[in-house]
């Protein structure tokens, strides 16, 4: 498809964002949140950490993780060319591949009907994710910590909060705040991603499932790109 689902529909778009926005709180919402707060059933992951992190550490060392480009160029273009990922679940639909390279995140994934999307994102060395917005307000972002340098460790800023991340933690962010990464450390920061349902009232709720449904469309493109160096015989 190669379009973007960051970008199509911008009216719709702006619409539903107000909406899932207001009933979240609006601008006064927090920015960094508590997991088991906000995303208790990633417990299940939490206490699987060893395992998790045996599986990244070795897709790492067997796999090239594609770059943002090969998902969304569009979307790339705006944050980082260079920023890496590698796509378990997006939108409901498995990569395959995963069942076998990572899967204590796929089963956890699949067996939790809260969540989106799930993937492991890598920032190498000297990679910047400039400041802006995640385009879709109507889902939460768990952050868990794999591989993060110990040396000038990397943070986000989300308005004016920062995080540092630590291996084996997990927090919540409403990435729908303005935000920022820099890795200025000398070695690759790898974290797990979870996107999820944002909590929200009834009405928000079932508007929320049905614009995530119209956008499993784009899964495809997500899934094929994770596999591409399999593809290409790397």
Do not use: C
């Not at 939790?112 to 890598?122: E, G, H, K, L, R």
């Amino acid at each position: 498809m190669k379009g973007s689902p960051s970008v199509n529909q911008p009216r719709i778009r702006a619409l539903t964002n107000w909406v899932f926005l207001r009933a979240a709180g609006g601008e006064d919402r927090p920015a960094v949140l508590s997991a088991p707060a906000y995303f208790p059933e990633v417990r299940a992951l939490e206490e699987r950490f060893p395992q998790l992190k045996a599986e990244v550490d070795a897709l790492l060392a067997h796999r090239e993780i594609p770059r943002y480009g090969a998902f969304d160029p569009v979307r790339a273009a705006q944050v980082s060319e260079d920023w890496k990922l590698y796509y378990a679940y997006m939108f409901g639909q498995p990569n395959e591949l995963a069942r076998t390279e990572l899967p204590t995140l796929l089963a956890f994934a699949e067996s939790t009907p809260n969540v989106v999307n799930a993937f492991v994102s890598i920032l190498d060395p000297g990679v910047r994710l400039p400041s802006h917005r995640d385009p879709y307000a109507g889902i939460l972002r768990y952050h868990l910590g794999v591989r993060i340098p110990t040396d000038n460790p990397p943070r986000i800023r989300l308005r004016d909060e920062y995080y540092t991340w630590s291996e084996g933690e997990g927090v919540v962010l409403d990435v729908n705040h303005e935000h920022e990464v820099v890795n200025d450390s000398g070695q690759a920061r790898v974290i797990v991603i979870v996107d999820f349902h944002r909590p929200m009232g009834f009405f928000a709720r079932r508007l929320n499932r049905h614009m995530l449904r119209l956008k499993r469309k784009w899964a495809p493109q997500f899934v094929d790109a994770a596999r591409y160096d399999v593809m290409h015989g790397a």
